[in-house]
């Protein structure tokens, strides 16, 4: 009968280490909790191979899978699919080791594939499901490794990996909507740089060739906008070195990686955090799509039997959001000193006073986890509203903006075409 090692907490929430014998890892944690402990890691003892022979064979063939990699991480939508996959055979019946060899099997040649056959040899050399899961966070992350550890103690890990699935599949729902209603915008503003950048490139010249042969003094307007094609073609001067339409080309990319620098550091990711919250309307949705981001995880990390202190711990590691990292933080350290969860998030004053009041209700009914889903599911509806408020707003200012560029620039022409047409008149 193999030997388990364990790690619990006492009923005075002391640590406490042992060994006991048992068939399986879940007879194990039973005869754990039987001794009046909380498991918190449960794994087989390794038992080394007596001589040669097959035991060898074996050892070499893990040796040389050991090797193996792939470039690039695991997709969200392939992620999730395998978690309920995962899901769908422990609720079957199938015992762990052979459900993860299934889905590594069905997998194409990648990083999944290549890490669930770590995680299958790890399990079979007597490692817990979580543990395996931990040592490849580019796939599962802390979130993701908790919740499994959290269903391996209770016994429950196809309800908790069914729960995993829902939140991670909530959350793409989520992501896509706003990526989604950023596209339209976006394209229009693209195709209009381009457009108008071809126009100052290959239209503007040709006017100044007319205007020159016929010398008609030239409003100011109409120089101004001759001397912007100038430059986007890269001829306003002999000084200029580089033409105008490559800082245009360019200049978003720059800045887009000029920015991931500044994030990199803690104080620039501070920074760049706090703008985003106050900036007007996009502030708004960027403040509700954090609530329910974190509101979401730590229901779903309560609710799976992660202790409140690291399920808040994790929530704040994975908001995404230095505002929000630093009030989960004061949330955590007053539950740790025996305070309330709701007081120190509304002297934050990151959420709206509802949020707070329905964390509170659910702390004095014992129904928290029910709460932050409830509020998950309304923030969800009401970044919905915003995104659609926002493109209600972006539409007609785009609209505005086009019009007086493309006024501006027929207005530049035709201003000295009258005065041409007007000479040609009075000669005849």
Not at 111 to 118: D, H, Y
Not at 344 to 370: A, H, Q, Y
Not at 390 to 408: C, D, Q, Y
Request: proline residues 4%; hydrophobic residues 45%; glycine residues 8%.
């Amino acid at each position: 009968m193999p030997t388990y090692t364990y790690e619990a907490l006492n009923s005075a929430g002391k640590p406490v280490k042992g060994t006991v014998d048992a068939g399986s890892s879940e007879e194990a944690i039973q005869q754990i909790k039987g001794q009046g402990y909380f498991p918190t890691s449960v794994r087989e003892q390794k038992v080394k191979a007596a001589g040669g022979g097959k035991a060898d064979t074996k050892l070499k063939k893990k040796k040389k899978r050991e090797f193996s990699f792939a470039i690039g991480g695991v997709g969200q939508k392939k992620l999730t699919l395998f978690t309920r996959q995962l899901s769908t055979l422990q609720d079957a019946g199938l015992p762990l080791l052979r459900s993860i060899q299934i889905l590594e099997a069905q997998q194409k040649p990648g990083a999944l594939k290549s890490i669930l056959g770590s995680v299958a040899e790890d399990i079979e050399a007597g490692t817990t499901l979580s543990d395996a899961m931990a040592k490849h966070p580019r796939a599962f992350d802390r979130l993701y490794s908790k919740m499994v550890n959290a269903g391996e103690i209770g016994g429950v890990l196809d309800v908790i990996l069914q729960r995993l699935a829902n939140f991670m599949e909530k959350a793409q729902r989520l992501r896509r909507r706003i990526i989604g209603a950023m596209i339209y915008p976006a394209a229009v503003i693209i195709v209009a740089i381009l457009i108008v950048t071809g126009i100052m490139y290959f239209v503007i010249p040709k006017f100044q060739e007319i205007f020159n042969d016929f010398e008609v003094e030239l409003p100011g307007i109409t120089i101004w906008l001759i001397n912007a094609s100038r430059w986007v073609a890269g001829t306003a001067s002999p000084n200029q070195h580089v033409a105008g339409w490559i800082w245009i080309l360019f200049t978003p990319f720059v800045l887009w990686f000029f920015l991931w620098l500044i994030r990199k550091t803690n104080p620039g990711r501070a920074a760049t955090d706090i703008i985003r919250v106050r900036i007007p309307v996009i502030g708004g949705l960027v403040r509700k799509t954090s609530v329910a981001r974190f509101t979401r995880t730590l229901g779903t990390l309560i609710s799976a039997g992660v202790p409140i202190l690291e399920a808040i711990m994790i929530t704040r590691d994975t908001s995404g959001n230095y505002v929000y990292e630093k009030a989960l933080t004061r949330v955590h350290d007053s539950i740790r000193e025996g305070e309330t969860f709701a007081t120190p998030l509304r002297e934050s004053k990151v959420c709206d006073s509802i949020v707070v009041n329905m964390i509170d209700v659910g702390e004095e009914t014992g129904e928290l986890d029910t709460m932050l889903m409830k509020i998950a599911d309304n923030y969800d509806e009401e970044v919905d509203v915003a995104v659609a408020g926002m493109l209600s707003l972006l539409e007609p200012m785009i609209v505005v903006v086009l019009g007086t560029v493309i006024g501006t620039i027929v207005l530049a022409l035709f201003m000295p075409l009258v005065k041409m047409i007007e000479s040609v008149s009075s000669t005849k």
